[in-house]
């Protein structure tokens, strides 16, 4: 390595917040080390590899500002090929947290790291990997995981992963874990006043020392109160064993900041907080604790270097529905989370932030309740949501001052608004380019949120129940780019004129499994899908079929739509796969008959052509492997967490379901193939 390499590598390293350290010539440990997992409660982890580095973590809490400790990196779990050895502190100013990048590694090698404080006493033992190199021509596999709530549940799809990946051969491994998002939860719940939620029981995991009440719960709102949260989910023996295990890939959504919030802006009934003091706070202690390749203010190794932001309603956005109050820009400008990394010959990941640049969600403003009336308030018409999503563009530009729903004539609250967009002005430029230039087979696209449509056919419900009002297509309402038409549209016809082949979306947030294929719009306008996406289950989050399960009533008018009660009083069946993948029809004829095939045999083709599969019950994660002819997409899927197994595997399986695409042509359209390897996915195919 010449000087000006080295000098460029401590450069790389110190702009990311981390100490460097060097692969030299593997020799014995000279550090007498004794682990006490004690002294290091939230124990290691590793982030974002690459083929010849690797950012590696802990945490080790002491008295005064900071203490010294020494990483050591080892190509064998006892240490005696020790490869790189070096000097860091964890500091108080970030949480007591410590980052390395360890560099001059080798492509897809497996490597052991520990941290040794100046007594002896040392973390437990991590292990990490290597990516392949750029021209590597062997598979990759990985898995995507979203959504796990300590509070609430059991983490035990990471012990079934766990389980499985130490089982497996050399060569069939995972390679890394991509997290997106909702890695915490920062609504808390008082279990003296909340002590369940559905059949789960809140768990007392943290009691923040400022916080703010909101409702039943409480919120963060200093960096100290969102340190507690990461620090209580990181005593959880699953997730820590997942995080020594392997690297972590992540990149947050929306609880990592605010349940409802978007740029620096909180919401919390219907009312808008202005937040900057807390996106700041909340992005601080996202850096401290995820080991990743991000952008913070300033190059120093032991400060988070924020300006001083003020909370400050943001009243005035640009062109592209960014705010430019200065302190809204000071705030999101303290972490730039999105970047690309390369894995081999076969995959290029590009992760996208989707809350800190995107535009106010237009179905979701005051205004638009009129168009989600009794019985039908979980819905919304598609072709308002439409328009509501183009804004001022929408109708080439002449959008409608009024829109008509049943007999009402709803003032359109978006015709000045700019058109949705989710991923920012910036963002988007930058993801669009990123996808053009790159060459490998598989460009996966880290969406956190899903792009897959939502919606049923509403139009198609007999006589005998209440009218829907709409005049066609009922959608779910928006927040991901499954109702963001515009951007969604802009992004595909990109895909599609450019001959981009190979493009898929993995997604977490909804809490449930998704298959499909990537698309802009549905029949009756042209279906033309020019990629494939996947959404996982939540680790531990509830979902919406236990919302439904404890929630809907039993003489609701729709029920029949979303559950039909078993003869043994067992837990309901979830119509709900079945209206938003097949159609009402479906819907009641399985009410009817409890017969899947008879069910599936009256579906409406039009409704979900791009769907293959739907699971909005599902809990687990996503396994998957990409190689020079195919991408599968495994669905692990797992029973309803709501207590830890007592079993090394993790406890049993509700069903494994593969998807396989075969990489297509440029400018032909992908397929998928499905097939059934373990277990019984019920009614979400």
């Not at 809140?202 to 969102?226: L, M």
């Not at 979701?364 to 999503?389: A, C, H, I, N």
């Not at 119509?575 to 008959?593: F, I, P």
């Not at 992908?670 to 059934?676: H, K, N």
Request: proline residues 8%; neutral net charge; glycine residues 8%.
């Amino acid at each position: 390595m010449t000087r000006t390499d080295r000098r460029r590598f401590i450069l790389s390293a110190a702009a990311m917040g981390a100490s460097a350290a060097w692969s030299a010539k593997a020799a014995p440990s000279k550090v007498a080390w004794t682990e006490r997992r004690d002294l290091y409660p939230q124990g290691v982890a590793s982030g974002d590899p690459g083929p010849d580095s690797v950012i590696l973590w802990t945490r080790r809490p002491a008295e005064g500002s900071s203490i010294p400790l020494t990483l050591e990196v080892a190509e064998d779990r006892d240490f005696q090929r020790v490869v790189a050895t070096t000097q860091t502190e964890a500091n108080a100013a970030l949480g007591w947290t410590t980052r390395v990048l360890a560099g001059g590694l080798k492509p897809s090698t497996e490597y052991w790291y520990r941290f040794t404080d100046p007594q002896g006493a040392g973390s437990r033992i991590g292990r990490t990997l290597t990516a392949p190199a750029a021209n590597d021509p062997r598979p990759v596999r990985f898995t995507f995981v979203s959504c796990q709530n300590v509070q609430q549940g059991a983490q035990n799809a990471y012990r079934r992963m766990t389980w499985e990946d130490e089982r497996a051969p050399a060569g069939e491994r995972l390679d890394f874990v991509l997290h997106l998002g909702d890695y915490i939860y920062e609504l808390v719940f008082d279990p003296a006043i909340s002590p369940t939620n559905y059949d789960r029981t809140n768990k007392d995991i943290v009691r923040y020392k400022t916080g703010r009440k909101i409702a039943n719960f409480t919120i963060p709102v200093t960096v100290e109160d969102y340190r507690q949260v990461y620090e209580a989910y990181l005593l959880d023996p699953d997730l820590q064993d997942a995080r020594a295990r392997w690297p972590f890939v992540t990149m947050g959504d929306n609880h990592e900041f605010s349940w409802q919030g978007w740029q620096s802006i909180a919401v919390f009934g219907g009312e808008s907080i202005p937040a900057q003091t807390i996106r700041a706070a909340a992005n601080q202690a996202w850096f401290e604790f995820q080991p990743a390749r991000v952008t913070k203010p300033g190059a120093g190794l032991n400060a988070f270097d924020a300006p001083k932001v003020t909370d400050t309603p943001v009243t005035a956005f640009d062109d592209h529905g960014l705010g430019t109050e200065p302190n809204n820009l000071a705030a999101l400008a303290t972490l730039t989370a999105y970047r690309s990394l390369r894995f081999g010959r076969h995959l290029d990941l590009i992760l996208t932030d989707l809350h800190s640049y995107r535009s106010e969600e237009p179905t979701g403003r005051k205004g638009t309740e009129p168009f989600s009336p009794r019985p039908y308030q979980q819905f919304m018409p598609e072709d308002v949501q439409k328009v509501l999503d183009a804004g001022r563009t929408a109708n080439g530009g002449k959008p409608p001052a009024t829109l008509r729903f049943g007999d009402q004539d709803v003032p359109n609250v978006c015709k000045d608004a700019p058109p949705q967009t989710i991923l920012g002005a910036t963002q988007k430029a930058w993801f669009l380019k990123r996808l053009k230039a790159s060459t490998a087979t598989w460009k996966v696209w880290g969406a956190t949120q899903g792009v897959l449509d939502r919606r049923a056919d509403l139009q198609n419900l007999p006589a005998s129940f209440p009218k829907w009002p709409g005049a066609g297509y009922a959608g779910f309402g928006g927040g991901d780019h499954g109702a963001a038409y515009v951007e969604r549209g802009e992004i595909y016809d990109f895909v599609r004129d450019h001959k981009i082949t190979g493009f898929a979306a993995v997604s977490g947030d909804r809490h449930s499994f998704w298959a499909g294929r990537a698309a802009k719009a549905l029949p009756p306008e042209r279906f033309e899908p020019v990629g494939v996406a996947f959404i996982t289950g939540s680790i531990s989050a509830p979902g919406m079929a236990e919302a439904l399960q404890y929630n809907m009533k039993k003489d609701d008018p729709l029920r029949p739509l979303f559950l039909v009660d078993r003869p043994d009083g067992g837990r309901p069946d979830v119509t709900a796969n079945m209206l938003m993948r097949h159609g009402v029809a479906s819907c009641l004829e399985y009410a009817k008959s409890r017969d899947v095939q008879k069910a599936r045999a009256v579906r409406n083709p039009d409704n979900a052509p791009h769907l293959d599969f739907l699971d909005v019950g599902g809990h687990g994660y996503a396994h998957v492997t990409v190689t020079n002819k195919a991408m599968t997409c495994d669905f692990v899927c797992i029973p309803r967490p709501v207590t830890r197994s007592a079993t090394p595997d993790g406890g049993p399986l509700r069903y494994r379901v593969r998807h396989e695409a075969t990489l297509w042509a440029p400018g032909a359209e992908p397929t998928l193939r499905q097939t059934v390897l373990e277990g019984d996915p019920e009614l979400s195919i």
